[in-house]
């Protein structure tokens, strides 16, 4: 049993149990509203590129505000903060219902919606991670956070087909509606926390600070911090040099044929092979070296991804007008790997940022993490999408993968207190 997910903290934290349930369905309705707002662009427009603009919509927000999210949440009561974020995420689910029931049709109200809903995130996620250690202990943290990631996953995974099915089979109102109904389930989880106020005003040697001076001071303090500062680094390495999402449609279309159903078994393969990582966590939580787990993770992450441009160059740039299954097997089991271990990896570095920081810099520090997770992919999609440019994608992903592990080994023989990181004696 010791393999199987542990669910100590759904049974020991019953305000954990309750945040954790609430969430999990509300990420349901936000992937099924992520999912209704392409289709609706898409319908009204009839260009992907217009789809692809909302990329752009939701990423700016994000990182503009991501660490003035963060600063908040060190500062005030973060079930308040969070509780908040969250009632105006839920009234922007209400106006995507409406502009939809009112058959609005406009491309630009659409766009403005999806940033107001990515600067509610900015601030609510940050707000929704530094209160789960002050729900749990440190020694259920990675339980916790396996919990999460399995949950994000399979509404990653399950939320676009519901999306899809409701416009379907009604329209787009029915779709964002049944978002409201969802996402009302995380109010009521927000509600049912107690009371989180700050534990400190600021680090031991300096007073907390608001606004800008407070974003500031906590990156001055991520700067003076090796371990917590190399989860970030770790990330940016694999995210940046082997993230082959933006490889896949073009490998639908050119390598493995079958097109955008191809496409879309292979994104799926990344979350399938979350949830089975999380699945199967169980003993792996227990362990000490945290930061020998995430290093190799990462290995495992870039070999796979290295593999899957070298079944690529096995099967060839041909064009087929079948697909290719063996070859779409294969590379869906290491997809589905590379999949697995970012999850891993995702899980040790959230625990290292939440166990290693006090406190009153959880909150920035979160803020920091939320622009890293949602940056380094998009930054991985300009450095593949133009090595695919010039030598052709299955070397995009044979290159990439390697260049990561390589360029980790030689991070971490820099940084070699990472690799030795304890969790009984967490040293940020």
């Not at 299954?325 to 899980?347: H, K, M, N, Q, T």
């Amino acid at each position: 049993m010791a393999l199987l997910l542990d669910l100590t903290p759904l049974r020991s934290a019953p305000a954990y149990r309750r945040l954790w349930l609430g969430l999990s369905v509300s990420n349901l309705g936000t992937q099924l509203t992520v999912t209704a707002v392409g289709l609706q662009v898409y319908q009204i427009t009839g260009s992907t590129f217009s789809v692809g603009v909302l990329g752009i919509c939701a990423l700016v927000p994000l990182v503009v505000l991501g660490l003035y999210g963060g600063a908040l949440v060190d500062v005030y009561d973060r079930r308040k903060v969070a509780l908040i974020a969250s009632i105006g995420l839920w009234v922007v689910s209400g106006l995507l219902a409406l502009q939809a029931w009112f058959h609005l049709d406009s491309v630009a109200v659409l766009y403005g919606l999806v940033a107001l809903q990515s600067a509610g995130f900015a601030v609510n996620n940050p707000a929704r991670s530094a209160i789960i250690p002050r729900l749990v202990p440190n020694d259920l943290l990675p339980a916790a956070n396996v919990l999460q990631t399995v949950s994000w996953n399979i509404a990653f995974v399950v939320g676009p087909l519901i999306g899809a099915f409701l416009v379907a089979g009604g329209d787009f109102g029915l779709a964002y509606t049944v978002d409201v109904v969802l996402f009302s389930a995380a109010l009521w989880a927000l509600w049912r926390l107690p009371d989180l106020p700050p534990v400190d005003t600021g680090t031991p040697d300096e007073p907390g600070k608001r606004g800008i001076a407070s974003v500031l001071e906590g990156l001055r303090y991520l700067a003076t911090r090796k371990n917590v500062r190399m989860t970030f680094v770790v990330d940016l390495t694999a995210m940046i040099l082997a993230m082959p999402r933006v490889l896949l449609p073009a490998v639908g279309v050119l390598w493995l044929g079958g097109g955008a159903t191809t496409t879309g078994e292979l994104s799926a393969a990344f979350a399938v092979g979350a949830v089975l990582a999380g699945l199967l966590s169980g003993g792996l939580v227990k362990v000490r070296r945290q930061g020998r787990v995430i290093v190799g993770s990462i290995v495992v992450f870039g070999l796979a991804v290295a593999g899957f441009g070298a079944v690529l160059l096995g099967v060839g740039r041909t064009s087929p007008a079948q697909v290719l299954v063996p070859g779409l097997l294969v590379a869906f089991v290491l997809l589905a790997l590379a999949g697995g271990a970012d999850a891993v990896s995702a899980v040790f570095r959230q625990t290292i940022l939440q166990a290693a920081t006090p406190d009153a810099m959880r909150g920035r520090l979160q803020g920091v993490f939320i622009v890293v997770v949602a940056g380094g992919p998009r930054l991985g999609d300009l450095v593949l999408g133009t090595a695919a440019d010039r030598f052709g994608e299955a070397w995009a992903a044979l290159g990439g993968g390697l260049l990561c592990v390589a360029v980790l080994v030689a991070v971490v023989a820099v940084q070699r207190r990472f690799w030795d990181y304890d969790a009984h004696d967490p040293q940020p």
